[in-house]
């Protein structure tokens, strides 16, 4: 397997989460998010969305993370990503899209360069931009978490599901910008359940051979 990666990304953070988890190592191809590698044709003949991730398995190109990890699960089902009850598969995927399609896209780099080089948005508003999206969505996350017994160790039972390996990358760009995850208690208590074990700790940023 081959893993178009970048350390910040957190989409491709989630990826590298869930490959530790299946206890596999694929090669790295590292694209340079800020000196716009997802845009060399190269990249975009791989991914024509130019964006990272990227996994290579045989003749298969994988795009998406949550395509990716879900096949992974599928192909690798040990340990499973997703509880087996459908009503528990559902509330797994909810909050793992609620990082995934709700908070995390509006946040993308992408975005970021075209509020501050297009619309003019200044480093401040871009910040505070960034910062509302998060804290707009752990709100809600927070608010889930908090109020459904099945929340347990994890954000879902007592082992990792989608749901931590979409949250906790989430939590980084938060500390990113300074935000105070305690805010958040049931959040920053995942999160520290989750970054003791060694496949979210060994995926975080500041420890992939690209990190600046
Ligand atoms: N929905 C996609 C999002 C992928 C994505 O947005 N990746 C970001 C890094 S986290 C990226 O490549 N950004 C490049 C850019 O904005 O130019 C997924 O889950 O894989």
């Given at each position: 397997m081959k893993l178009y990666n970048y350390f910040r990304s957190s989409a491709a953070y989630r990826v590298r989460?869930?490959?530790?988890?299946k206890g596999l190592q694929p090669e790295n191809v590292f694209i340079h998010l800020l000196k716009n590698e997802q845009q060399a044709q190269d990249y975009l003949s791989v991914n024509p969305q130019?964006?990272?991730?990227?996994?290579?398995?045989?003749?298969?190109?994988?795009?998406?993370s949550l395509a990716i990890i879900e096949y992974l699960d599928e192909t690798h089902p040990a340990p499973p990503l997703l509880p087996k009850a459908p009503a528990d598969r559902a509330r797994v995927r909810?909050?793992?899209?609620?990082?995934?399609?709700?908070?995390?896209p509006i946040d993308n780099l992408r975005v970021l360069r075209y509020i501050t080089r297009v619309l003019g948005a200044s480093d401040e508003q871009k910040d505070a931009w960034y910062e509302h999206w998060i804290r707009l969505g752990f709100d809600a996350i927070e608010a889930r978490l908090a109020s459904d017994p099945r929340t347990?160790?994890?954000?879902?039972?007592?082992t990792p599901t989608?749901?931590?390996?979409?949250?906790?990358?989430q939590c980084a760009n938060a500390r990113r910008v300074k935000m105070n995850i305690d805010e958040f208690p049931t959040i920053a208590r995942i999160e520290r359940e989750a970054n003791a074990l060694?496949?979210?700790?060994?995926?975080?940023?500041?420890?992939?051979?690209?990190?600046?």
């Open positions: 989460i869930a490959l530790n988890l130019g964006l990272v991730p990227t996994l290579v398995d045989g003749d298969e190109v994988l795009t998406q909810a909050l793992a899209l609620a990082v995934a399609c709700d908070i995390h347990g160790r994890f954000c879902h039972g007592d989608l749901a931590d390996i979409c949250l906790i990358p060694s496949a979210f700790a060994d995926a975080a940023p500041a420890r992939q051979p690209d990190a600046a």
